[in-house]
DNA sequence: AGCTGTGGTCCGTCGTCAGAT
DNA sequence: GATCTGACGACGGACCACAGC
């Protein structure tokens, strides 16, 4: 028997009850497409509080009870076919939307990963977020975000310690330390699950990542196989694991062909800094025909410095980067770089937070992701002597 | 607000778990070992859940009344300086976090604030949403983040439902749709409070933005100073709000001088739509001495259009953007730009969004800060004819 | 009067458990 | 025996009224 139904949110005591018709401005007669008006719940807008649609209006509009609503919502498989969809009629009727914070309270989740990222302007973290953010939402999840402005363990441990402040069900780090300061980690987040991105492989750990020693390697390849011998190394800043990697990568394959960089440079990611020291090295008498940089940006800051000397890029010296940027393709020259797949990696460590989050208790494999070589115009053979 | 950033970091606070010695059998003799009888408040017994820390604990550890406790946390004026300390202490000592769901649940505000980006390539809604989340964090608000991927009213529908269904404080809408657009923002967002960021200042809503037309003007200015008379535009998508503000100033300025655009083309805001229109206008056998791009992407695309052609920037044609990007220093030529101040932009928006949220009713003016122009080397003046 | 404790309700949802059909 | 109902107690905290020292 329908209890009682009839306004279900009737409550609000003064208010304007239905009078708002005539109001001069807005209105907007034709209501959607939607022709069963049936219970507008139509906010008031002059009352102070929002009142929510709860899951007893639900209840009461489907004729059922809470509990029965809260278990389609939940898909319990014990509510009868015909039952669910009055009861999602419902709700869609209503235009019922769950209280988050009442769901976290009294379940166990919250359905909200936080991700914690260092490196705004670098353009891989970015494209991460926004790729972990919309498989997130396909999910159902919701992300909280945290841009951690120094990244040592402390401010790792702020941005986390602020993370699990908010109730996050799980959390992505997309801070690229080493693994003897990854470890300490594992102190800090406790135990909430976690995934780390574009970090050393750990056993014990869940690490999505891209190979970026591969990387290093398919970079110095292409170099040495257009004949250069005289090669300098533009590395990054030492402690993200994607500088070394990349870096040892590179050494690697040199070594393989009984080469050695001439000459290695350290920046920090940042077209200046590759500007920068490229600059004082080229001042000091550096003699090299080709330069791996660790990132497009530190190679376009290369260029610069290289072109600023009179030379011609490649005809003189080659560059290569690591990323693609949107704009390395029209860079001048069009810069020679191996690509990382930023989305995918952002896709796939939220798709392992989720099997952490909902299947507790696993040990998922670290998955790896290769980059692939883009040439373009930067690079090409080395001047004859 | 009080400070629970907790130094504590003493080994596994908060009452572990008894750690059932050996046997797990008999013994046990139920005598209640609890020193601080207190409350007890029936824990599960069997321990499948982690179980919280909670005011409850704070305040037996402070001796004083969970009620106290929720006056600090609360910042409640009747509180004696000795009490209040005596509780933060004890805060830290159990390492104790409000529970964000039962605050959001028992009050009104969740201190959560929803941020809506639309372009994740492109170098400013990145910058404002991190020093939006910097300042958020500063206020003890989290932000909950939703990329927009495709910039229409639907689009943006849906992600405030997104932010919505998270029961958001309020939003910040990086999402620079024009004036019309943005008009149906009202009916979405109903009663949340919302500030656009760079959008078109409109009455009756919080703007922040930059003034685009201004920017417009002075780049025009740049350019038409310098003595160049066949002037090309690129602009940006019509969609958006900053690509017909700029352009606009741009026009409005050229005008003034009695001078035209001898070509309008238009881009998406990436390197390459700007380096194929380009190609495309010169492939046509335009002719024009300078090129006013509406970012510095495209600015990028036309310059590398330009160079193949066997032109030299700035010396046959000049080239200015907007942004200034990190690396617009060090492209080749290094190029002059319309400099945007992207964090503090989202560092007012958010102000201006907390504003609105703890002070309703209230009417702020939008506001609008002021680009300024980086005169550098891809600009210079026009070639002797 | 200035501070603190008691006792209570409420927020919206999830679980459980005994019954009803 | 499937499918539901109704009642009640968590969950952790906000906020209010009132009383007490």
Redesign the interface.
């Known amino acids: 028997m329908p209890n009682l139904n009839s306004a279900a949110t009737g409550t609000i005591p003064s208010a304007t009850a239905t009078d708002t018709d005539t109001t001069p401005s807005s209105n907007?007669g034709a209501s959607d497409k939607d022709p069963s008006p049936a219970k507008e719940p139509l906010?008031a807008?002059v009352g102070l509080?929002?009142k929510a649609t709860t899951i007893l209006d639900v209840a009461a509009r489907a004729s059922v009870s809470h509990q029965t609503v809260s278990r389609v919502l939940n898909d319990h498989p014990a509510v009868a076919p015909a039952t669910r969809s009055r009861v999602l009629a419902a709700m869609r009727d209503l235009d019922y939307?769950?209280?988050?914070?009442?769901r976290?309270?009294a379940g166990?989740r919250?359905h909200?990963v936080g991700v914690l990222v260092y490196g705004?302007?670098y353009f891989g973290p970015?494209?991460m977020?926004?790729s972990v953010?919309?498989a997130a939402?396909a999910r159902g999840y919701?992300?909280?975000?945290?841009?951690v402005?120094n990244l040592t363990v402390q401010g790792i441990e702020?941005g986390v310690?602020?993370?699990?402040?908010?109730?996050v069900d799980g959390i992505i780090m997309i801070t690229p330390l080493h693994q003897v300061e990854a470890s300490r980690h594992h102190e800090i987040l406790d135990?909430v699950p976690y995934v780390l991105v574009d970090a050393e492989p750990m056993p014990d750990r869940a690490v999505v990542a891209i190979d970026q020693f591969a990387g290093g390697r398919a970079a110095a390849q292409h170099i040495a196989l257009l004949g250069h011998r005289r090669i300098a190394v533009l590395r990054g800043p030492d402690e993200w694991y994607d500088a070394t990697s990349r870096y040892q990568g590179t050494i690697s394959l040199l070594a393989q062909r009984r080469l050695l960089p001439v000459l290695t440079l350290s920046g920090d990611w940042?077209?200046?800094s590759?500007?920068q020291v490229t600059c004082d090295a080229l001042a000091q008498g550096a003699a090299f025909t080709a330069l791996i940089a660790a990132n497009d940006?530190m190679a376009?800051?290369a260029?610069?410095a290289i072109?600023e000397t009179g030379k011609v890029v490649p005809t003189d010296v080659s560059v290569i980067g690591f990323d693609d940027l949107?704009?390395s393709?029209?860079?001048?020259p069009?810069l020679t770089t191996v690509r990382q797949d930023f989305r995918a990696l952002g896709a796939a460590s939220l798709e392992r937070l989720i099997d952490l989050i909902e299947t507790p208790q696993q040990n998922p494999p670290s998955s790896v992701l290769v980059p692939t070589l883009m040439v373009r115009s930067s690079t090409a053979a080395p001047p004859k002597e």
Do not use: C
């Open positions: 907007n906010r807008k509080r929002p939307r769950p209280n988050a914070a009442a976290h309270l166990r919250g909200t705004v302007s970015t494209q977020l926004a953010e919309q939402r919701s992300v909280t975000v945290i841009f402005h702020e310690r602020a993370l699990r402040a908010g109730r135990d940042t077209a200046a590759g500007y940006q376009v800051g260029m610069r072109q949107p704009e393709a029209y860079f001048n069009p």
